[in-house]
C-alpha cells in the first residue's frame, strides 16, 4: 500500500463518508467537503512532476490475486499522470463548479457526489494500472458510474434513454476490450502492460495479435465515442451540466484515447493499427464536426464537437504510430510531430472545452435555456461568460492567440508528414488525409463561432427566455475563467508545458524515442503550407458563416433513416421483436412441442454419435440361447403394448398397461428375479387401480376428426427414439470392457449375512439408495395427500360461498 | 423326459394367454375384458408354477400367492368399477 494507492482509492472511500456529511452537517453544500479530495490529489501527483520530467518512471504494486497475476500495480510515467492530472484538475474546478450549479435543497447531492468520487477513483484507476484486469476492472467502474451520472434526473424519460444507450454502448465495447485483455494475457503470460510491451516485437506474429487489435480498438471506439459509436454522446448530454464537462468532455471519453496511446507501444508500427486509428479517427473528426454544425442545442453542439476533437486526437495517434514503424531516425522523428500534436490537443482540449461546458451551464442555469434560437444579445449581460466563451471557442477553433492555434498547426504538420508517407500504401490515399482535415476545420471553425456568436451576439430576447438573464455567481466563474486562463497561458509559454508535460507523455507512447524528443513549439514558424491552411479555413469559414441561412437546409434533406442513431433504435427493436418471435415460435406452452424437441435432440446427438464414430457394433459372441417362452412372452409383450397405443378407449389402454406390466412380471419370473416380480406384481396392479381410479373423472379419448389420427411427425420421432434405444443397448452389450462387479456380492452371505442376495445389496451393501427411495415415496405420499387435501378445502370453501 | 413334459406345458399355457389376450384387446364389452384379465392372471399362476418346477427353484412361490390375491383382487376392483363407476366410495354421511 503505497501512497499513490491510497491517494487513487481516496475518493471512493470518501464517497462512503459523503451520505453521512450529508444528512448530518445540512447546512453546507456538501460539495465543499468533497472539494478537498480531487483538489489533495492534484497536488499530490503535481509532486510526481519533476520526478516524470527528469524522465523517471514509478511502479507501486499491492498484491491482490497472486495466484492468477493479478496486482493493483500502479505505474506512474508522462501519460498516466497527464491524465491524472487532468482528472484531478478539472475534478477539482468541476466540484467547486457544482457547489453553485446544483441547488442544495432541491438535489440529491449526496448522490450526485457519491457517484461522481466512484467516477474519480475508476478514471485514476484506468490511467495508473499497469495491470490488464485492474485496468478492465476500472474501466467498468467508470461505465457504471456515468451511467448513473447520466441518469441523476432520473425522473426524465430523456435521462433513462441516454443512460441505457450510453451503457449499452461502452459496456459492450468494455466487454470487446476484456476478451482482447484475455488474449493478451495468453499471448504475452502476463497481465502487465509494461511486461507485453516489451516483449511486443516477438508477438506481431501471434494469430491472437490481430483478434487482440481490433477488440482494444472496440473498447476504446465505444469509449471514446468514435464513429459509430459516437452516438452516446449527444445523448448523454442530458446528465447535469459539471458531469458533462467532466465526463462526457475531459475525462471519461478520453479513456478510450488513453487506451489507444498506452497500447501504441504494442501494436503500433503495423499497418493495420496505422489505418484503422487513423482513419476511423478522421471519419469521426469529419462527422463530428459536420453533424456539430446543424445542432441547435447548446450541449448538443459540444457533445459533437468533442466526438470531432476526440477523433482529431485519435487520427494524430494513428498518424503518429507510424514513427514506430521506423524505429529511430529521422523519419521516426519526424513522425512523431503527429504524436505530439495528439498530446498537446488532449491536454487543450480538456481546457477550452471543459471551460466551454461550463459557460454553456452559467447560459442555461441563467436564461433557463440552452436553445440557440432562443439565446441572442447576452454580451453586454453576461460578459465573463461571454469572454470565456470567445477564449474557448477561439480556442477550439484554432486562432491565435489562443491554444488550439498551436495544436491545430501541430496538427496540420501531422497530416501533412502523413501524406507524405512511403510505407502502409499511403502513396496512393495518402493526399486525402490533409483534405478531409482541413475540411473538419472549416467546419469546425463554423460551429466555433456559431457557439460566441449565436449566444452572446444578436438580439437580446427576454420573451422567450425562462428566466431574466444576469451574470452568474463568481464560484461559478472562477473554474472556467481558470480554464480559460490555461488556454491562454498555453498559448504563449507552450514549451514549459513541452518539457514537464508533453515529453514524458510522448516518452510513453513512443518509447523508442524517448530522450530524444527534439522539438520546439512555436505559434510563428514561417511561410509554411500550415499557416496557409489556416488562414484558408478562416476565409472559408467566415464566408460559409454568413451564408450559414443558405445552406443550413441541406441538412434537412439527409433522411432520418440514415442516421446512426436511427439504426441504433431500430436496432434494438428489431432485436427485442425477432427474440420475441423466436421465443414465440418453440415456446409454445404446449408440452408435447417440448417433448419432441427433447427426444429429437436426444436422437440428434446420440443417433448422429453412433453413425458419425462408428459407435455401432453387433456382439454376438456373449448372447444367451434364447428359450422358447422368451419369444412367446415377448410377441406377447410386443401385441399388448401395440394395444396400447393404437386403441381408441381408454379403458382398453389401461387393460392393456396392466397386461403388459404382468407381462414383464413374467419375464422377471423367466429371468430368475423373485423379488423384482413380486414387487413388479404388485406394483403393477396398484398402478392399474389408480389409472382406474382416476379414469371415471378423465373425458374419453377425443376421437380426431380427419384421417386415422396418426401423427406423422410423432411417429418418425417415436420410430427413431426406439431404433436409438435399441441401437445404444444392442452397441453397449457388445462393449463389455470390464468385468462386473457382482461377483463380490455373491458372497452375500458371508459379508452381510443375508441369503438372499438382491435384498442384501438394497438393506446392506447400497442402504443408503434405498433410503432416498424411502423419501421419494414419502414425499410423493404427503404430496398426494396434500394435492388432495388442499382440493378438497378450497372446493369446499367455495361450496360454501 | 419330463423337462419336455413341463415345456409342451407351458407352450399350451402360452397358446392360452394369448387367447386370453386376444379376448382382452377385443373385448367387446368391458366384462369380457375383465375376464381375460382374470383368467390371464390364473394362468400367470399356473405359469409361475411350472416354471418354478422346471428351473427347480422354490423363490417363485411368494409370487403365485401374491399373484393369486392380486387377481382376486383386480377382478373385484374392475368389477366393481364396472358397476358403480368408482372403485373406493366416499362416505355420504359427512
Partial sequence: MSWLHIFILLPLVFAIIVPFLYKKIPKVHTGWFVLFVPLSIFVYLLTFLPMIAGGETAMYILPWIPGFNIDISFYVDGLGLVFGLIISGIGTLVVLYSIYYLSKGREALHNFYVYLMMFMTAMLGVVFSDNLIVLYLFWELTSISSFLLIAYWYARRQSRYGAQKAMLITIFGGFAMLAAVIMLGIMGDTFSIRELIAQGGQLVQHPLFMPAMILILIGAFTKSAQFPFHIWLPDAMEAPTPISAYLHSATMVKAGIYLVARFTPFFGGTMEWFWIVTGIGLLTLFWGSLLAVKQRDLKALLAFSTVSQLGLIMSLLGMGSAALYYGEGELAHLHSMAVLAAVFHLVNHATFKGSLFMVVGIVDHETGTRDLRKLGGLMSIMPISFTIALIGSLSMAGLPPFNGFLSKELFFTGTLNAADLDIFRMETYGFLIPVIAWVASVFTFIYSIILVFKTFFGNYQPERLEKEAHEAPWGMLVPPAILALLVVVIFFVPNVLGEYVLEPMMASILPTLAGQFDFHIEAWHGFVPELFMTIALVVIGIILYLTLRKWIGLYNNVPRALTITNAYNSGLKGMESISRKITDAHMTGFSRAYLRYIFLIFVLIVGAHLFLLDGFSLETANVANINMFEIILSLALVGSAAMVVITRSRLTAVISVGVLGYIVALFFVVLRAPDLALTQLAIETVTVALFLVCFYHLPSLRKKEDGDGVNGLNLVIASLVGMTVTAVSLSANGHRLFPAISDYYLDAYELAGAANMVNAILADFRALDTLLEIFVLCIAGLGVYALVKVRLARREKNEDQ | ?94
Wanted: avoid cysteine.
Fill in chain 2, 1 to 94: 423326459m419330463f423337462d419336455t413334459v413341463l415345456l409342451f406345458m407351458l407352450l399350451l399355457l402360452a397358446i392360452a394367454i394369448l387367447g386370453g389376450l386376444y379376448r382382452a384387446i377385443k373385448g367387446p364389452s368391458m366384462a369380457d375384458r375383465v375376464l381375460a384379465l382374470d383368467l390371464i392372471s390364473i394362468m400367470m399362476i399356473a405359469l409361475i408354477g411350472i416354471v418354478s418346477l422346471y428351473f427347480e427353484t422354490d423363490a417363485f412361490l411368494e409370487a403365485i400367492l401374491l399373484l393369486g390375491i392380486l387377481a382376486f383382487i383386480g377382478a373385484v376392483a374392475l368389477a366393481k368399477y364396472i358397476e358403480r363407476g368408482v372403485i373406493i366410495e366416499r362416505k355420504r354421511d359427512d
